[in-house]
Nanobody, 124 residues
Framework: QVQLVESGGGLVQTGDSLRLSCAAS????????MGWFRQAPGKERDLVAA????????YYADSMKGRFTISRDNAKNTVYLQMNSLKPEDTAVYYC?????????????????WGQGTQVTVSS
């Protein structure tokens, strides 16, 4: 059974940094794509970044480039999202997702597995 467990969210101030973690278990993820999505109240779930576990190739949504960095630790089976210079508009629930071969990295419905989410709140 695939499990994705996010952690690292919290309440921070504008300009702060946070690192989110997604611990993956239940199968071998070497052939998977891992994604970080976020969803603010009343808005759609949007891709932040994705990474192909094998090889570490990364992909970022255009609006997320520059302040966010996705990475993975093979030994720990964990994917990270480093977020810098946080802004109030970054406030959202951040979700980790996994799929063997999403048709589109941006489309949440292409990901089969999801974590429960972690709240990030950025105060002004």
């Amino acid at each position: 059974q695939v499990q994705l467990v996010e952690s690292g969210g919290g309440l921070v101030q504008t300009g702060d940094s946070l690192r989110l973690s997604c611990a993956a278990s239940g199968r071998t993820f070497s052939s998977y794509v891992m994604g970080w999505f976020r969803q603010a109240p009343g808005k759609e779930r949007d891709l932040v970044a994705a990474i192909r576990w094998s090889g570490g190739v990364t992909y970022y949504a255009d609006s997320m480039k520059g302040r966010f960095t996705i990475s993975r630790d093979n030994a720990k089976n964990t994917v990270y999202l480093q977020m810098n210079s946080l802004k109030p508009e970054d406030t959202a629930v951040y979700y980790c997702a996994a799929d063997r071969s999403p048709v589109s990295y941006n489309w949440p419905y292409d990901y089969a597995y999801w974590g429960q989410g972690t709240q990030v709140t950025v105060s002004s």
